[in-house]
């Protein structure tokens, strides 16, 4: 824990609470809805997480007071129909070496996760296909082939062998360290082109996360902000084939 | 604390010191600035700090003498009207990767600045716009939004979000290592082009910490660079209109 | 060993196991026969060895089931006509930086073989040459000179000064951290292109292996998956001559 | 010390020696120099050193022996007309990346060097300065002005300022950690062109080294490998100068 340091503001009593992880990564996808999940479920943040494998750097909000890079640990009690305990791991950061996210995601486990109880792990991501997906799907990753048809009935996809590249950083780090602490551990992916910040994936990968924990959500203002940028790149298409027939001209 | 080792000469003790940071940055105006202010204070060194994480290497002065890459820890006493203690974190170098500088700041924070009880900590910096300054101006961040109207006072400006960049190294570091241990901090940055070690500002921003510690200092040496530099300036300048005066020649 | 986790799933009680390893490297050679040899002899895992210096991440199997970057140990006990006790160090990843080899090899070397009493080190690779062999050759490398006429006797070709290049990896450190230890260590290296999976090389080095443990194994598989390779390259070949004599009709 | 692993052969009991450094650098002077020294005294080994920051490779030698990458420490007893005891420092390598060469030095300095009560370092080098010289100087740098009367006898030059870079590597960091811990160190700089080994500038400093420590060594060899540098580089030039001639040919 040398490279690790995580402040406690209180220390909740939990009873085995699962975690979701949602970090930046592809289209934020996972930020976003972990986000909007614990704002949602009015979490409250419990500790904070400061590593020398974060930025060395402060940045300042526009009151001109300064914010650390780091990570923080919200939790909430007794949510939805069956009254579940819920750890987040949010934040604006993952490591910035390989080596750095291992440590980061180890020590979490080690001094946090493990010494909670932990009962299951949900790992959010974006799953970059490079297309635009009018609905976009939930593509899901497991630690034991057993948990597949719970997931399947909430309204996950499993494809064989995608995403064929892995799951990277934290999202797949946890995945892998659950596994080895016999803690079932799911990575939930919003199919997402990648190229944007997408709230479309991230209110499909909500409306799972809704059916897994048994919760109604208004996620009207994901929705505006979807529809915000739907309509912007309705704009950039629209411009694109003004210009191609207008390059068209040229050669006709 | 194993990649820093910290070799006390004396353990001065000190009521509540105040901890100014100047190591290299942009424009070398913290670094001026609080090389200046050590040495018209008199301050005495009682600390020499060696890390890996500094450069392999040992410099050459006139004699043929060797000096490491180190930062130094200086203090003085009973400074200005309200005889304040003062620590003083000077050297030629910061970390030269990002999780030295943060093992760096972190280490010294625990070794050193939270057992001689810090009160309050500033750090100096360069906040570089590309632009010549006329007369600079002293910006300011701090970890409460509270310290500001005492700033304020003293002649720093706050202006929302500035550097959007944020505060890298040591000057940044040590306020959110400083707001982690519930020690007030700001830093203190002097506008510069950053083009070049900047004296003009160094003294706008020494002008500033004058008004906190309520110091008054001759700062001749340091107006009389400013001034060559500023007269340097002015033959560039000279020299870049005849040039282009006489590029013009070339088209009429 | 704050970098490096081994997780035991069972801790067999051998007496003075050799070790061999068959991590990832030219052409696979030594990561295949390994498998192999370990798969044949229906050797059993005992531990899972996790390492910040591993890839941070997971890859998924055709069940959507993640897998995380490690590498494992496998036991066989009374092996061959002399019943030896083996140890085998697989897995499909190497460190990512030059320290993590080092790191990953001493702590397995410092907390695992030396525990376990190994009595001699077979490391497994290949022998990038360029060329491709008909029937490519064993070359050795031992830590004492007095170790080569018994691995000549097996069919083990000592060549002066080569590979010039000397042994990177595992294959190379766990030899000099073998010596180290007054533990007889040798690397055996597969003849190979290193263009492509060489199962040919494979074979040849397996023969070598069943000739030092006395075993006659079933190789079909592999001779096929061989064959297979010979009849794409055979092609590739005559696709190449057909090309130049193409090519040749341009010119005349 | 986690990094480092320091193997004795033997633990010899020493009267404050005096520690010569010679690992490789600039023209290799340091190390041919430090090689031939110890060779010439019939120094013996009496530790290996071995540590995650060498290369991780073995190299092998004409009889397919392997060596693992690492340095070696020396020693002599009662050498020259004053009885001096040394301890060298010898090796292939020196640390691959800036905080590695800082913490092989530091652990050797703490755990080896300290302990044995070492006087006085001489690291040794070459001063690369991109030109051929008939006769290279010896430059010095040193950690206390009060040593140059003392060196300047023995016939170093030491000249304001110079190497205006600093010392690099184990050379210049032996020298700042002594200095630290109130040990007289010196870095001795054979002038070189740094071009190619360097054994005449080698010669030279090995000639200061006899001042210093009341020797007289038979240098023949090293005069043997100087002549026919001296001679391969009389050929080269007389190439160049006929094709230039020959170059004007075409000209004229």
Do not use: W
Not at 151 to 177: D, H, R, Y
Request: charged share 20%.
């Amino acid at each position: 824990m040398a490279n690790t340091t995580i402040k406690f503001s209180s220390k909740p009593v939990l009873k085995n609470p699962i975690l979701i992880e949602g970090l930046p990564g592809v289209g934020n996808v996972g930020k976003i809805t972990a986000d909007f999940l614990a704002a949602s479920l009015k979490a409250e943040k419990f500790a904070s997480v400061y590593s020398e494998h974060f930025p060395p750097q402060v940045m300042l909000d526009d009151e001109c007071v300064i914010h650390m890079a780091y990570n923080d640990l919200y939790y909430a009690q007794n949510v939805g129909k069956e009254g579940i305990d819920i750890i987040f791991l949010l934040g604006e950061y993952q490591g910035t070496t390989p080596n750095g996210q291992y440590i980061l995601c180890k020590d979490l486990m080690d001094e946090v996760f493990l010494k909670m109880d932990i009962s299951t792990i949900y790992t959010l991501g974006g799953y970059g296909t490079g297309l635009m997906a009018e609905n976009p799907r939930t593509f899901g990753a497991v630690t034991k082939s057993s948990m597949k048809t719970f997931l399947e009935k909430k309204g996950v996809l499993f494809s064989p062998g995608e995403p064929g590249a892995g799951i990277l950083g934290a999202s797949g780090l946890l995945l892998g360290m659950g596994d080895a602490n016999n803690i079932n551990a799911a990575c939930l992916m919003g199919e997402t082109s990648g190229y944007f910040i997408d709230h479309k994936s991230a209110i499909a990968l909500l409306t799972v996360l809704e059916a897994i924990l048994g919760l109604d959500l208004d996620k009207s203002d994901l929705e505006l902000k979807s529809h915000q940028i739907d309509e912007l790149t309705a704009k950039v298409k629209e411009y694109e084939v003004t210009q191609k027939k207008e390059d068209l001209g040229y050669i006709g």
